[in-house]
């Protein structure tokens, strides 16, 4: 046998720091502490996510008592243990916790039976030996020490008398009897009736000796370890880390750690101080302490001299200070009320993975002593917890961080923001105070990627978060959500406020930005939310926050928009009708109406525009100022426009056929069918299939194709002018017309809006404009259609004031292809 006095404390201490395995339930390691590291050779990377039969062979979602392990270690090397696991459940996910502890080298073969004889003597395990019918014919010290109340030992009793009678456990009694039968070695742990009457657990090892030669039952050797102390110690770890898979709160677990310890050893109180990033100390947990003492404590910066805590953590050993009143380490602490009655305080640094002094666990005694070995047994094992529970504790911080936070900004990311805003809506609903959501888009940003690259994005990004972050209170929280857009949530904010706030940081955001010694000018949209107007729950405010901020888009970018109720039908009615829209594209259920234009010099035809129509089975008569508007934002468009060209060329195509004299047909193009410049292709395709002349085409295009700044818009215009065909300019007059611009695109027509019709008669100023936009497109050689005429004054006026052509109700409602025939012949006629 190898124990001797000294060596009891330190294999207790070695269970103390039992290896600790966590794994789920699919048999994955999750966790191992330090002592599992050391065990298996292996750190807690290399660990994590292996199968758990990599480490414990056997091992899986079966609790189990202790069995024999065999360990192979990161080196190959091997080392005996034994093993037992425990299930734990937390939020309806269960974790497995494997305990792991080595066990001691097989026995020395000694050479003399003297020298056993002696060890039996000497040892402070307990060793019975029986004969071969249970008679007990040797008992040593140790084992009468522990089980003895000190009377004398009955002549010839027996084992079974002796488990069942004064050590109280006839089941151990049977289990002997059936090793000795069965001549096999019995290993168990049991707890039996101690000498002062109180409950002690014993390891009992029982070894049958049979004759060599005949195999004949001679003697029964039993031997017993007191590891009343070591259980104890264990059932303060289960206890510990099944609060830790639960993932119960640390203050909890802290607790639970000190009312626990105090609980082994009685006459001490015990404290746990954690230690701060700025090297303060806080309190965690000081379950019996009295208030007035925690409060005096938390803050205190750690130190060379800073009470026995502060010194312990500051030092990174252990403390003990026998006498606070005279103790030099507590001269600037004297006036820390210290609870009556204590005297002594031994402080022990509790150092995480990497050696960083986490917190100290500290016992304050009552009467004047030092740490006993069984205090410091109960210390290693705690001080091993507390430390596994702060790396849990702070693993799960870095993971809540790294979770909520958008890394290259710094600011919130958008589960945190969901977060904020479920608190703040609380809040709000407390103090029934308004809340702004204000979700912040930076235009055309994608084109900045593009263009610039993706670092220089990132360098804006970064930028554009600075400036928000700067421009806001304390308690309003801004984030990024993703790509380019930002959240902002502002508490107790109206709704002037917050267009007051979204109106600034659209100026800031506006504000030049230097990257890569480039002087970029950004421009974002803002959509607003308000609680409780456009929602009560975070969802809601989100998603009305998120249209409103489209709408902002739509209406031109760099603005502010509010959601209202009327807004979020508009959005859905849309998209239902965008659906129908794609179908009717399918499914060409598109028509087109001709609408005359008359020369006013003459009465003859101009030419005829084309106009789109669409009749719905379910939306009825849709006008074409609510579909093609959807069209652009759908992505139907171009679709549209390329049907408009090919059904115009086959019209053009059928009435020469017909001998319907049509000088031209004019077609309405969008901008965003000059981007792809595809139309182009289309249009001389068309032309070719139809067999017609380019002038027999005219397109109409807005000013919105000046105004997009996309690189394709002025080439396509002027590949189609390449083509012959003439373009004109639509709705002249209402935009933000820039002759310049005119000037540069390859223009043949003017047509002036029919806004100016309504005050033509009336307004000089609307005279004066119709005016100088005549003179404009006869001096740069251009025709001038002027559209919506609806009486003869504002007919006999344009022709007065030189205008080439009118088209208008007075003229014609757009009509039916079918009908310019006779419309033609009635007007010949008339
Ligand atoms: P627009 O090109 O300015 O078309 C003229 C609009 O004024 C037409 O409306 C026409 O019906 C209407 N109009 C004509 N004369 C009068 C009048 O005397 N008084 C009044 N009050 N209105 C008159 P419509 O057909 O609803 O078209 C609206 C807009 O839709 C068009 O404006 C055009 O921009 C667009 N559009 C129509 N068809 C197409 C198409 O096939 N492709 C594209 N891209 N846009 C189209
Ligand atoms: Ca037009
Ligand atoms: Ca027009």
């Known amino acids: 046998m190898d124990g001797n006095m000294a060596d009891r404390p330190a294999a207790a201490r070695a269970q103390g720091r039992e290896a600790v395995v966590f794994f789920d339930t699919n048999n994955l390691v999750t966790f191992i502490n330090t002592a599992a590291e050391r065990l298996w050779g292996l750190n807690e990377g290399e660990a994590i996510g292996r199968p758990v039969g990599d480490l414990i062979p056997g091992a899986g979602g079966q609790p189990s008592g202790e069995l024999p392990l065999s360990i192979t270690r990161h080196d190959g090397s091997r080392v005996e243990g034994l093993v037992s696991v425990t299930r734990a459940k937390h939020k309806r996910e269960t974790y497995y916790i494997a305990f792991v502890r080595p066990t001691l080298n097989p026995p020395v073969h000694t050479k003399s039976l003297a020298i056993l004889a002696a060890v039996a003597e000497k040892t402070d395990r307990g060793v019975l030996v029986a004969d071969a019918h249970g008679k007990v014919i040797y008992a040593n010290p140790a084992f009468r020490d522990m089980l003895d109340d000190g009377t004398e030992w009955p002549e010839s009793v027996t084992l079974a008398e002796l488990f069942c009678g004064r050590l109280g456990n006839a089941c151990f009694a049977d289990h002997i009897q059936d090793a000795m039968d069965r001549r096999i070695a019995l290993s168990e742990d049991v707890a039996l009736k101690g000498n002062t009457g109180m409950e002690v657990w014993v390891s009992a090892s029982v070894t049958p000796i049979m004759d060599r030669q005949t195999g004949v039952l001679e003697q029964v050797v039993a031997v017993v370890a007191d590891i009343t102390h070591t259980r104890l110690v264990e059932d303060l770890q289960r206890q510990v880390l099944g609060a830790l898979a639960a993932d119960a709160p640390m203050a909890d677990i802290m607790d639970i750690l000190c009312r626990k310890v105090q609980g082994l050893a009685p006459n001490a109180l015990c404290s746990i101080l954690g230690v ?75 150092k995480l993975r990497g050696g960083k002094v986490a917190a100290t666990f500290a016992f304050y005694f009552q009467t004047a002593h030092g740490p006993t070995p069984w205090l410091e047994n109960v210390v290693a094992a705690c001080s091993d917890l507390c430390a596994l529970a702060l790396e849990r504790f ?64 990132d360098q804006l990004l970064v930028e554009v978060s600075r400036r928000l972050k700067a421009q806001l209170r304390t308690g309003d929280v801004v984030g990024r959500t993703g790509g380019d857009e930002f959240l902002v949530l502002v508490h107790d904010c109206t709704a002037e406020e917050a267009a007051r706030i979204a109106r600034r940081l659209l100026e800031y955001v506006a504000a030049p930005i230097t990257a890569q010694a480039l002087h970029l000018t950004m421009s974002a949209s803002v959509g607003i939310a308000l609680y409780p107007d456009h929602g009560t729950d975070a969802e809601t405010l989100l998603k009305h926050a998120d249209t409103a901020v489209h709408e902002a888009k739509r209406k031109g970018r760099g603005k502010f928009h509010f959601f209202t109720e009327e807004l979020n039908r508009r959005v859905l009615d849309r998209l239902v009708l965008s659906v129908a829209l794609r179908e009717a594209i399918q499914n060409r259920a598109l ?123 002025f080439a396509t215009a002027r590949a189609i002018e390449a083509l012959g065909v003439r373009i004109a300019m639509d709705d002249f007059g209402t935009g933000y017309s820039s002759l310049s611009a005119l000037s540069r695109l390859p223009i043949a027509e003017l047509k002036i809006d029919r806004s100016f019709m309504l005050s033509i008669e009336q307004d000089q100023n609307a005279q004066a404009l119709a005016t100088a936009v005549i003179r404009i497109g006869h001096s740069l050689g251009m025709t001038v259609v002027a559209e919506g005429v609806e009486t003869q004054a504002q007919a006999d006026l344009l022709r007065f004031l030189g205008c080439h052509a009118a088209q208008g109700f007075l003229f014609a409602r757009p009509i039916e292809a079918a009908d310019i025939g006779s419309w033609l012949a009635a007007r010949r006629a008339g």
């Not at 395709?685 to 139809?690: D, I, K, M, N």
């Open 394 to 457: 702070e693993a799960k911080k870095r993971i809540e961080m790294l979770a909520n936070v958008d890394t290259l900004t710094g600011l919130a990311n958008r589960r945190q923001l969901h977060a904020v805003l479920e608190e703040l809506l609380v809040e709000a609903r407390t103090l029934e105070q308004p809340l702004a959501v204000l979700y912040l888009d930076i235009d055309h940003f994608k084109d900045v990627n593009e263009t610039l690259g993706h670092s220089t994005g």
């Open 591 to 713: 028509r087109l109406v001709y609408q005359p234009q008359v020369l006013l010099s003459s009465g003859a035809l101009h030419g005829v525009e084309a106009l789109a129509r669409w009749t719905d089975p379910i939306h009825g008569d849709v006008p074409a100022t609510r579909f093609i508007p959807l069209a652009e934002e759908y992505g139907l468009i171009e679709s549209i426009d390329e049907w408009a060209v090919e059904a115009s060329c086959q019209r053009i195509a059928t009435w020469r056929q017909e001998g319907v004299d049509v000088p031209h047909v004019s077609v309405n193009l969008s901008p965003l069918s000059f981007r792809s410049g595809d139309i182009v292709g289309f249009i001389s395709g068309a032309l070719r299939e139809y067999d017609l002349k380019p002038s027999d085409l005219r397109v109409e295009i807005t000013e919105r194709v000046m105004m997009d700044q996309h690189p394709n818009s």
């Open 276 to 350: 701060t990033a700025d090297d303060r100390l806080t309190v965690l947990a000081a379950p019996s302490l009295p208030a007035e003492f925690s409060a005096a404590v938390e803050g205190l910066p750690i130190g060379p001299r800073s009470g026995s805590c502060g010194t312990a953590a500051f030092r990174g050993t252990p403390v003990l200070v026998e006498d606070i009143a005279t103790s030099p380490l507590w001269e600037d602490f004297r006036d820390i009320p210290i609870p009556p009655g204590i005297t002594g305080c031994w402080s022990i640094p509790v």
